[in-house]
């Protein structure tokens, strides 16, 4: 005989159920894509893109990525007001966050806009266009 999960859930103590309620919640709220950390700070597209002073489709192009340089996604969470933190964890140690990292130090580390729009990155440089 199946047993659903409605089932056990009514049978459990009120507490209980209200602790895995809360558990559930917690995980949810762990892992999120950049899209619904905006919406949850209650801002549209164009509201951050004025933040970052990009266009509202660079936030759109942020958003669907899935891989960005540390400066963009600092950039991004600080528009939405947070902070961004990378934590390394390991088996066999207690989390280590690292520091420094995305950070605009003046030491050429992040490309400023000019540099880009010119196209004297270091990929236009290594890989020139051939004619189609």
Known sequence: MTVSLEDILREMPEER????????????AEEMNL????????????????KLKIGQEGVSRIEKRTD????????YVEGVGGKLSLVVEF?????????????NTGSGGVKSKAKKKAG?????????RRAA
Do not use: H
Not at 39 to 50: F, M, V
Not at 120 to 128: F, G, H, L, R, V
């Open 120 to 128: 004297t990155s270091a990929k236009s440089k290594a890989a020139p």
């Open 91 to 103: 088996p066999d140690r207690p989390p280590v966050i690292l520091a420094g990292l995305g950070e």
């Open 68 to 75: 960005l340089y540390l400066s963009t996604l600092r950039s």
């Open 17 to 28: 159920r209200r602790r895995i309620e809360q558990r559930a919640a917690e995980l949810i």
């Open 35 to 50: 899209r619904e950390v905006r919406r949850l700070r209650k801002l549209t597209q164009a509201r951050l893109s004025k």
